[in-house]
């Protein structure tokens, strides 16, 4: 069975620095989804970023990017320019190359609660 | 594009009693999972369906159920419920497979239960 951990219940940033949150898992397979996923005090949880396995490239969406190195099963999620906006519980999630019939459900880690300082 | 919607997004029940959540997926996504957050357990897989059919199961007692209707929509029912049912219950929607599948779950509000 698949498994995320996050080691990092909570971290704080300053307004405008960068933050790294990280986020390891546990697999036996060669390609899958890594995700991060936001989920503000308003509770709907957003898509961040995500990552195909198989694409060696790491991730960017505008201040958001991932370090993912694979051999070390390790993805971290870096935010540059940190805004008040961004405070969230950030939640790291694996799910399994969609195929038919194979099990597709998302396995999430504990989360990362973000604050920002302003 | 509408998102995913959930209905109701809060309720208060007592122990012993049933429930009923709903949940409309984006149009044209076909898969529609049931997470369950609580701070205890984290947020934990309940089922996914499409075409109507029960896909996956994750490790939840029988008294949680679920079905999708023809139109994609899906609803999950917990019966005989119990205190430690209390918990936010995500909806999520998403393509099935072929191109644009990108394996991203879309999520709704959640429906918060509170069991007295």
């Known amino acids: 069975a698949q498994t995320v951990t996050q080691s990092q219940p909570e971290m704080s940033v300053q307004e405008a620095e960068t933050v790294t949150l990280s986020c390891t898992y546990d697999?036996?397979?060669?390609?899958?989804?890594l995700f991060w996923y936001k989920q503000p005090p308003s509770r709907q949880m957003i898509l961040v970023i995500r990552?195909?396995?198989?694409?060696?490239q790491n991730a960017t969406e505008n201040r958001f990017s991932v370090n993912f190195q694979k051999a070390a099963k390790s993805f971290s999620l870096k935010i540059s320019d940190s805004q008040l906006g961004d405070a969230a519980m950030y939640f790291c999630?694996?799910?399994?190359?969609?195929?038919?019939?194979?099990?597709?459900?998302?396995?999430f880690g504990s989360g990362t609660q973000l604050t920002v300082l302003p | 594009k509408a998102g995913v919607t959930q209905t109701p997004r809060y309720l208060i029940k007592t122990r012993g009693q049933q429930v009923t959540l709903s949940c409309s997926p984006i149009?044209?996504?076909?898969?529609v999972s049931w997470y369950q957050q609580t701070p205890g357990q984290g947020l934990q897989f309940l089922f996914e369906?499409?075409?109507?059919?029960q896909r996956n199961k994750g490790n939840f007692p029988g008294r949680f159920s679920g079905r999708q209707f023809s139109n994609s929509r899906s609803e999950m029912n917990v019966s005989t419920l119990e205190l430690g049912d209390s918990a936010l219950y995500l909806c999520?929607?998403?393509?099935?497979w072929g191109r644009g599948n990108t394996g991203e779950l879309f999520f709704g509000e959640g429906s918060r239960l509170t069991v007295l």
């Open positions: 999520a929607s998403s393509l099935v």
């Open positions: 990552q195909e396995a198989y694409k060696q």
């Open positions: 149009s044209g996504h076909r898969s």
């Open positions: 697999t036996s397979e060669s390609d899958y989804y």
């Open positions: 999630a694996y799910r399994r190359l969609i195929s038919s019939g194979s099990a597709r459900q998302l396995t």
């Open positions: 369906y499409f075409s109507e059919t």
